[in-house]
């Protein structure tokens, strides 16, 4: 079945322990990206990365990093949690950058820093 | 910057009704539109793209059209069930890097 994958599904931490939340996806999808959404503000962008090796900021970067050294994974790394990093966050792909590629999108993970 | 609007903010309608939600976004520079569904608790899940230079698409009950000149987009959804209850959101996909979303519709539909 193709699908985006995310783990863990919930996570509760505390300030300043790093954690990473890992995305995969089956579909051989060049283009994966990681959104948060919160009340009031929506989805929004934090990462993206065209290919393997290649990656960017999107609107809210601060406090995330990322890594792409394989098509197929695309982790978001927390290096010191803050509160303000509660959310629900998802990961997305397509199969390239065009106006015909449908983005999916993964379960989700709803994490909480106290 | 891109801005994208939907309105109402919630819905709710009985079983059978066909109803109309809206979205707009403010430039009319975008590759496409897609229109996602959100369970509670749950992912984003697709249901329609719409590419720039298409007016309308159609899947089973939905369809959406896609007017770039006013910046408006609508979702068309026929003879609702209550299994239709659900967030709907819109996006609007201006460049090659990311989406830009609305903030949905919550739909309820009552049987």
């Known amino acids: 079945e193709a699908q985006v994958t995310q783990n863990p599904r919930y996570l509760i931490t505390v300030t300043g322990k790093k954690l990473t939340v890992t995305c995969s996806q089956n579909m051989n999808h060049e283009y994966m990206s990681w959104y948060r959404q919160d009340p009031g503000l929506g989805l929004r962008q934090i990462y993206y990365?065209?290919?393997?090796?290649?990656?960017d900021k999107g609107d809210v970067p601060e406090g995330y990093k990322v890594s792409r050294k394989e098509k197929r994974n695309f982790p978001l790394i927390l290096e010191s949690p803050s509160p303000n990093q509660t959310s629900l966050y998802f990961c997305a792909s397509s199969f390239g950058r065009g106006s015909t590629d449908t983005q999916y999108f993964g379960p989700g993970t709803r994490l909480t820093v106290l | 910057k891109q801005e994208v609007t939907q309105i109402p903010a919630a819905l709710s309608v009985p079983e059978g009704e066909n109803l109309v939600l809206n979205c707009s976004f403010t430039?009319?520079?975008?590759?496409?539109l897609q229109w996602f569904r959100q369970d509670p608790g749950k992912g984003l899940t697709s249901l329609l793209l719409?590419?720039?230079?298409?007016r309308e698409q159609t899947s089973g009950r939905l369809n959406a059209s896609l007017d770039k000149s006013s910046g408006r987009s609508t979702l068309y959804i026929a003879a609702s069930q209550p299994g239709d209850s659900a967030t709907y959101l819109c996006a609007v996909r201006p460049g090659a890097q990311k989406l830009v979303f609305g903030q949905g519709t919550r739909l309820t539909i009552n049987p």
């Open positions: 990365s065209m290919n393997v090796e290649v990656t």
């Open positions: 719409i590419q720039s230079s298409q």
């Open positions: 430039d009319s520079a975008i590759y496409n």
